[in-house]
């Protein structure tokens, strides 16, 4: 096996990177793929909460960097998927604890087990998310559809390019059909217009997702949430399959009338 | 470092290595480092300098030297920390880093003075967000110029496609200069010292040009092919 590298970045905070990167990585593994991520967002980790294992944690990405312990050891299995594996940051150290080569060193050491490595990259273009792309094969851009959200990616995908790291991917996460309809919110093909890349998913929002990710069971894994078939859709994708965009236009009968009902229309 | 150890101090950084100096002239300096490195060729072989120089006031021919012989030697030069504002210009000018954790300086452009006004920057890639290109000629772009990003010439800005940042013609008082574009939806127009804001995003965008009227406003039309008044 020969893993293929993939960093989940945005720019602007609280798009939904970690949800992103939890909710992939769940997907992938459900496919039978060999899954290892790894929380880059050094001093703010929350990965471990988001896919429910921060009772596990007893050693951590620096602990890997500074010889502390074996690279299995900080490898921490899901609680539910046998074949997927977090490596936690540290919470008491800050981003300059890690530099690019160290992240591409054990990206490398990874490489040879696995068929898919996702980094987790923090807010911001400082330190942690350079640390973050510098392993990256493909880079996943995260957005929702609002101004300050699309201009942070379009600063994300400027710098990837300043740094040859290839075409980046967008995902537009939270994306609410109604509002689009009425004009209330950026539509996909607005944001596309502006930045330019290749869509690899839309999620539509869905409230789920926020449960999912508090109880620590990605929404991926239900087979009935709108969002986790997208997710799953996007790991389709990521494998090279080649899966037809989910329909969003807002759903009329039932759904309209339950909208209606409980006074939301 | 036995042979000069009071001059050079060289330590290693997440980035590279790091070299510092003590308090004495830079000829002094640069020939201690130079020759640790001979000395040391096989350790500095392909390393990324960073150089702290304290006060020193460097110029543009002083770094440059240094740069070429330390790439002579494969060692790159990429950041320049100094507490003098002459070595930081300096530093900046060469597309030096001034400041070890700030992001690389490769989104800049800088280009050295002295290129007359007639001669173009051609851009064929989209200029986004974050990025500042400043030219003393005529900028073409090939692509859009989206929100966030800015683009300063003393000449010309010609924009094949369409323009959402900042755009400046004229930077240094021209007044003659102008700006068009496919798309002209800029959220701000400069040219020499006047600035228009918020032109209106059309539904459906046309060619415009942007330039000084005879009041001395800053205007922009429609794009009418063989009126070419302005341009001569």
Known sequence: MTAKVITVTSGKGGVGKTTAVANLATALAMDGKRVVCIDGDIGLRNLDVVMGLENRIVYDLVDVIEGRCKLK????????LQDMYLIPAAQTRDKNAVSPSDMIRICNDLRAETDFVIIDSPAGIERGFRNSIAAADQVLIVTNPEVSAVRDADRVVGILEAEEKGNPSLIINRLNPTLVKNNDMLSAEDVLDLLG????????????????????TPIAADGKSRAGQAFRNIAKRLQGVDVPFMDLTPQSGLWNAIQRFAGRK | MESAPSIVQIKGIRDGLLVTFADVPWAEQRAALMQQIEE?????????????????????NDLVDLRD????????LWAVLSDSPTTEQTAQLLGLATRISKPRPEETRHVLDGIPSDQALFIAKTIRSGTRIEYPGTVVVFGDVNPGAEIVAEGNVIVWGRVRGVIHAGAKGNRSAYICALDLSANQLRIADEVSAMLKPQKDPKPEIASINEEGKLQAELWHSGETNIRK
Do not use: C, Y
């Open chain 1, 73 to 80: 050891q900080a490898m921490i299995r899901d609680k539910h």
């Open chain 1, 197 to 216: 890349i290749r869509l690899i998913g839309i999620v539509p929002e869905d409230e789920n997702v926020i449960i999912g990710s508090n109880r620590g």
């Open chain 2, 40 to 60: 040391k060729s096989a350790f500095f072989q392909g390393a990324r300098l960073a150089m702290d120089v304290g006060s020193q006031p460097l110029r543009v």
């Open chain 2, 69 to 76: 012989w330390l790439s002579e030697r494969t060692i790159t």
